[in-house]
């Protein structure tokens, strides 16, 4: 009987993490973005939850009440979402953190916020997803990797782990070359840490290299958190996102996004949610413009020169009065 009251504890424990396996941890926020207490958080409610704090109206309502916007007259002028594919390993940083129901991957959630919000936005906006370790210059990485004490940066997996570390805070800081910001725009940038996952999958959750990965890791985000407040003066939204059973559905998602295959798909074009109302009023506006000059037209040329029109009544006995 303890046997079987065991695994269905065990049962159990891993449903629960299988369904909220992901976490959510929010680094910095301005003072007029503010996160409190608040249960699980979808992955497909992810881009509304950003897209609030960046001042738009959300697209669909949600029952997640972590966010409260203090001041709607000043939204942050960018968010940063560092998404982490951790393989079960937690990144528990300092600020609020949730529990994420991956439901859906980070791909999605990033071409839903720019498809959704983008065509929304009345000012420019940028939407940028940079993959780390594809963004780094091999010079500077090299010259930057991370101290380690277990980790062997000579042999792999380590070494691809410590390369993407020092590539981190390099590619944060294009951040400052393509931002918006200074011409009155909102930036919104994924950054793509992958190479945890493998040390994971190599040593084991509660191996010393893992635990020295997860140090690192940690103080990397914290760099990148410090950094993006430098380039924004603190009117910036710096969150992580610990991934864990979605990896597989993103790593597909982008090899199909990245197929050259893929350009030539027959799809139909993706339009804006206001579409419809433009359409509508572009419509109806050019029939009544139509009509009205059709009127118009029919009426003057079946006009009564002596007895409606004022001109001819005017220039009439000017005409006699020269005869």
């Not at 991370?146 to 997996?157: D, F, G, I, M, Y």
Request: hydrophobic residues 40%; proline residues 4%.
């Amino acid at each position: 009987k303890m046997a079987s009251q065991v695994t269905a504890l065990v049962a159990l424990f891993s449903l629960f993490f299988s369904v909220y396996c992901g976490e959510i941890n929010v680094a910095f926020s301005p003072p007029t973005v503010r996160f409190g207490s608040a249960s699980v958080l979808r992955a497909t409610d992810l881009d509304d939850v950003l897209a609030a704090a960046l001042g738009y109206t959300p697209a669909k309502s949600s029952s997640w009440k972590g966010l409260t916007i203090t001041s709607p007259f000043s939204p942050p002028t960018a968010a940063v979402v560092v998404e982490v594919h951790s393989g079960g390993a937690s990144i528990r940083q300092a600020g609020s953190s949730y529990g994420l129901k991956e439901d859906t991957s980070i791909d999605e959630v990033f071409r839903r916020l720019k498809s959704i919000y983008g065509s929304k936005a009345q000012r420019h906006t940028l939407f940028k997803r940079l993959t780390v370790i594809d963004n780094s210059d091999d010079e500077r990485v090299s010259r930057s990797l991370p101290a380690t004490k277990v980790l062997n940066a000579t042999q792999e997996p380590d070494g691809t782990f410590l390369r993407e570390m020092a590539a981190l805070y390099i590619t944060a800081q294009t951040a400052e070359e393509i931002t918006t910001a200074p011409h009155g725009g909102q930036d919104v940038i994924f950054l793509e840490v992958n190479t945890l996952a493998q040390l994971v999958k190599t040593y084991g959750l509660g191996s010393p290299r893992v635990t020295e990965a997860v140090d690192i890791l940690r103080d990397e985000l914290s760099k990148v958190t410090d950094l993006m407040r430098h380039i924004y003066n603190d009117r910036v939204l710096v969150v992580t996102v610990t991934v864990d059973q979605q990896e597989k559905l993103s790593r597909n998602t982008r090899s199909i996004l990245q197929a050259p295959s893929a350009q030539n798909l027959n799809l139909a074009t993706n339009y804006s949610s206001d579409y419809p109302a433009i359409f509508n009023i572009i419509l109806w506006l050019s029939i009544i413009l139509a009509i009205s000059i059709l009127a118009t037209s029919v009426a003057m040329a079946t006009m009564d020169p002596g007895r409606d029109s004022i001109i001819y009544r005017m220039t009439n006995p000017r005409m006699k009065k020269d005869n």
